[in-house]
């Protein structure tokens, strides 16, 4: 599902990268709802939509590179450079 999403953000010409405890976190949150691979996308999902949601924004403001840590997963919000 990463790379799914990892090349769902290339055509958009966003990098979308996961460091190892954000990905620690998200299966862990993911087997904590006992769905299997549902819980796995439902994670992911409302982990990523906020950026996806903003990826024109993303482009406008030059931001080609998102990168998910542990913090992002617990607090999904948009990133973006100070206007």
Known sequence: LVK?????F???G???EFDVEALKLVAKRSL???TGARALHSELERVLMPHMF???RYKKQEINRVVIDKELINNPTP???EE
């Open 4 to 8: 799914q999403y990892q090349y769902l």
């Open 10 to 12: 290339s055509a958009d």
């Open 14 to 16: 966003i990098l979308l």
């Open 32 to 34: 904590d709802f006992g």
């Open 54 to 56: 903003d990826i024109k």
């Open 79 to 81: 990133i973006y450079k």
